[in-house]
């Protein structure tokens, strides 16, 4: 779908230049002389990530200006503090209940009816083909992962993909999500990728899974052992989708590694 239709019916002038990705087309504007971003999307998954965008209503995310059909325009979020940066700055600790106090907010219950969302045992269909074929590392992931989704604890709406590069400084706003991946199912699942994040360095630093676990548990409230299971579990899939798209898989290994240490101390 054409920039230039929504350019002209939200009445937005462009303050940037296109960015494509395999999924959306985005373009930084000005509406109503404020910052703003159209979103053009072109997979479903990002669909339904604009649908949760909008029940979220600004709460704990950004907000939503105008939605219709594949597009989307979203306040642009422009604060100058930056969760990777910090946790790289030695402020790891402070930026993961940062993470935490957001998540926790997407996750609380609201009255309007609820956008479609995808349950975690669709989202984790990947990888017991892909553990039949390699065995190894995927097979303890999946089997881990079918125990988790057998009896699922809290299960509240998700957003799927909370991590320090999905939430930004929004000034007197306060810390705002964005790109939900729109998924449903156990609560602990939304922060296994602040430990995999905000890169393979700082993930992968000795002590930081073991550490981070501990802070995680205490700021959401969450079991660290079942965090764990749901880390080996999800590093697993991610590792499973790197290979089905030829991609080496070896960060997301090493993460399947590093739990499953923990769990068998």
């Not at 053009?40 to 909008?54: D, F, K, S, T």
């Not at 946790?87 to 479609?116: H, K, M, T, Y």
Request: glycine content about 8%.
């Amino acid at each position: 779908m054409s920039l230039g239709i929504h350019l002209a019916g939200w009445d937005l002038v462009p303050d940037g230049e296109p960015i494509e990705t395999p999924s959306s087309l985005l373009l930084a504007v000005r509406h109503n002389g404020q910052p703003a971003m159209l979103k053009i999307a072109r997979e479903e998954e990002e669909r339904r990530g604009a649908a949760l965008m909008a029940w979220w209503d600004g709460d704990g995310a950004a907000r939503v200006l105008a939605r219709h059909g594949d597009a989307l325009l979203l306040e642009r979020v422009t604060g100058s503090q930056s969760l990777a940066a910090m946790a790289a700055a030695g402020q790891d600790d402070e930026a993961s209940r940062i993470l935490c106090a957001v998540a926790g907010r997407l996750q609380a219950p609201r009255s309007a009816p609820l956008p479609e969302l995808v349950p975690l045992a669709r989202w984790f269909d990947a990888l017991e083909p892909a553990a039949r074929t390699h065995g190894g590392l995927l097979a303890d992931a999946d089997a881990t992962a079918r125990a988790l989704l057998a009896e699922p604890r809290d299960v509240v709406v998700l957003h799927g993909d909370i991590h320090h590069g999905n939430v930004l400084d929004g000034g007197e706003r306060g810390w705002l999500a964005i790109d939900p991946k729109g998924l449903s199912g156990e609560r602990t699942f939304d922060f296994v990728n602040i430990l995999r994040n905000p890169d393979a360095v700082v993930a992968l630093a000795p002590g930081r899974l073991e550490h981070q676990a501990e802070v995680l548990a205490a700021a959401a409230s969450v079991d660290r052992r079942r965090l764990l299971d749901w880390t080996l579990a999800f590093a697993g899939l991610s590792a499973a989708w790197h290979i089905i798209d030829g991609e080496a898989a070896d960060f997301d290994l090493a993460v399947v590694r590093q739990a499953k240490e923990l769990l068998h101390r």
